[in-house]
């Protein structure tokens, strides 16, 4: 029997979690999802939140969890779902 030497592949997906709700502002956490993969057999995965998106009447702001500074378009960019909630305009790509 021939083993699949298939080399494992690694995708790196960007996704917005479950809205929380905090009085009046609206939180999105964005998640970082990490999975190694050969053929059709699932290896591994790896998640971990990178950044939150705080949207309230004021205005939105990103807060980053890993220590550097973050612009909203920013978040947009990397988790596109958010967009259509969110009050900053579309960035161009």
Known sequence: MVKDRRLPRIKKHI???????AGDRAIHPIIEVLVMAAGDDLLGFRSRPIALLIIEPGGE????LEGEQM???EIYSLASSLKDIG???PTEQ
Do not use: R, T
């Not at 996704?15 to 709700?21: F, P």
């Not at 702001?61 to 980053?64: D, K, N, P």
């Open 87 to 89: 009050q900053c305009p």
């Open 15 to 21: 996704l917005a979690g479950k809205e929380i709700q």
């Open 61 to 64: 702001y990103a807060f980053s």
């Open 71 to 73: 612009a909203v378009d």
